[in-house]
């Protein structure tokens, strides 16, 4: 590995490590806590190993237009910020990255907000964010020799998992919590061959069984624990600054699960701000499920209050975890950018999507927190008219067809979860009408639907 231009820091006592002496679960020997990537150089500004930010901003804008697999990759085009390789041939991509940022207009118009825009994560290759973070992993995997590679999972990490062992010729392993998981994502992973295992316990469990696993046998362990996800990743921040010419937006509000994304994203702004290739970092914010919301019980508790752990409830799977293992990194975050974290119902999750929905922009229930969140936070003042704000939506509309199809049908919901909101809801629903098949009945159904 790369060891001369990278090392682990230890998020708890601060321990420095090479790459390659981690332990299997990614965890500090000397007080359990998780690493993080770290590149020394970078530290003395004037040091030979620190990017030249000019430079670096016409390279990656130059690489758009090479011909080179690595160079069509929105993590690896930014590779001098990632130098985790030995040889960065040994990439396996499947040209994640690049995805779009979309202005969200009606949304925007609804919040009275000027600026309103997407980072649509769900359009990488397996359809979600996690891509980004798995080909980083995953090539360090298979540059240290492993021929097995292992996640827990709800759904998308297994998918992302499963499509880049594929690609780089190893055999992968998922564990899932029994009837917790979108059946649209396990089908990815089954479909690139992993071997799947459903246990009955939650996604907690999970993780905490295939800890015991990788300490027993040689498998690289895959979850966001792994501090090479996170490098990947970060990139998604390089591609919010470059979008915006390298002004960057005022707030950045992400969909809070395991917490590992909004900590690689924190990382990404920080990392730039500190190469001077951005002159401020935006504010962060994190949201919850109310139903999976320790980190937001965290911030609302006495700021000496214990982290507590909760049992996980919520339709939007992608963020049922109720032990995240990044809460610490992500609170740094937060607390660094001045940002918020709150928690937001089912009911306002499901609208949330729908509104997403209307602007021709389909994600997956997790996602959705973050239009439900901005608009809390609009309400309590917390976010101006006039600040540039970036939702980022982490997954594909068709990683959950069923909470879609389930919304529309009117059968997603139950009363209490529907109280208070029922006109709203039904604004938003639009199931399919069964008619005649004639072209009075179509065109009467159509005037009803206009009307």
Partial sequence: MNDNLHQ???FGCGARIRGAEAQPDFRCAACGELFEVEYPGWEQRKGPDRPNAGALKWLWR????????????????FRELLPILESFGNAVTLREGNTPLYP?????RALGMDQLFAKHQGMNPTGSFKDTGMTAALSVAKERGFEWVACASTGNTSAAMAAYAARAGLRSLVLIPEGKIAWGKLSQAMDYGAVTCQLNTDFDG???LLTEIV?????????????YRLEGQKTPAIEIAEAFDWMVPDHVIVPGGNLGNSSALGKGFKEMHELGLIARMPRISVIQAEGANPLSRFFRAHRGAAFEP?????RATAIRIGNPASWRKAARVIEETGGWCLDVTEAEIAIAKAEIGAEGLGCEPASAVTLAGLKKLRANGRVAASESTVLVLTGHTLKDADYTIDFHRGTLLNDQEKSGREAEI?????NAVVVDATPAAVLSALKEQAG
């Fill in 8 to 10: 682990l820091r230890c």
């Fill in 62 to 77: 130059e690489r758009r237009c090479s011909s080179e697999a690595v160079d069509h990759s929105g993590v690896w085009r």
């Fill in 104 to 108: 969200l207009t009606r949304n925007a």
């Fill in 206 to 208: 999970c993780l905490r």
């Fill in 215 to 227: 300490r027993q046998s040689p498998i690289y362990l895959l979850n966001s624990v792994n501090p």
């Fill in 310 to 314: 909760v049992e996980a409830h919520t």
């Fill in 426 to 430: 039904e604004k938003l629903r639009r």
